[in-house]
């Protein structure tokens, strides 16, 4: 009976190449993230950072509502007050919770962003990148004009701004604050987030210097990997809780997966919390 024998053999290739296919991908899935640099395609849709490094790299690597092991007192000449890496704040201060965007202005997600959290009255924080701003200084009066309020994110995403001199880190901090108030004379830059999480001593001295506080997260839904609004949602709620400051990114790659989830989750925080942009008023 070739033709049945036949028929046998192909099932079994296929069932052979199904399950080849789901060990690639569980392989693939397994894998640690490739450095930053390493995981870029690039698109028409502006610049793309990579994201977080390696959680070796850094002690700001991993997100942790408890003080870094690496934050020894010794080892940081500034304690911001934060209980995050070398004193980076991670929480709210009190049972608000802040939503942070990341990465921009992009022409493309911003105003998405921006649409749905205007749909649901809800005001956030905004993290943005020196260039992007210059770029798009419209989306930053927007930000601005809509009630939400913004952090420095450097000026074009160096995850090793913090290995550099003091000169030089303050030197791009500065240009970033300039861009930002280029565009939005009436802007107040109470914070710095640090791209990738990647705090040092010499990034802390430098916002002590210029009067921002550093801010970090306690929810990390890693969206910038794209992993998809299902995954991202669930990242979120498992993560979430009184106080917390949520990472994403409307920026840096395809945020589709960012702004389904937000549809999805912002009525849901709305019932559980309540929302806050990180204040910026007089302390
Ligand atoms: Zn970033």
New binding site residues.
Partial sequence: MRGSTLRAAGLVTVVLAGLLGSAFALGRSLMPDPHPSAAGVATTLGPR?G?QPPSTDFPGGTASARPSPDAAPDAAPVKPGGDGPYGALVATGSSRVALTF??GPDPRWTPQVLALLAQYGVRATF?V?GENVEAHPDLVRSIVAEGHTLCN?SWN?DINLGKRSPATIRADLLRTNDAILAAAPDARIAYY?Q??GAWTPSVMSACADLNLTPVHWSVDPSDWKAPGATTIEAMVRSQMGPGAIVLM?DA?GDRSGTVTALQQLLPELLARFELEPLPVGSP
């Fill in positions: 950072y994201e990341d990465d993290c990148v994110h995403h987030r791209p990738g990114h840096g």
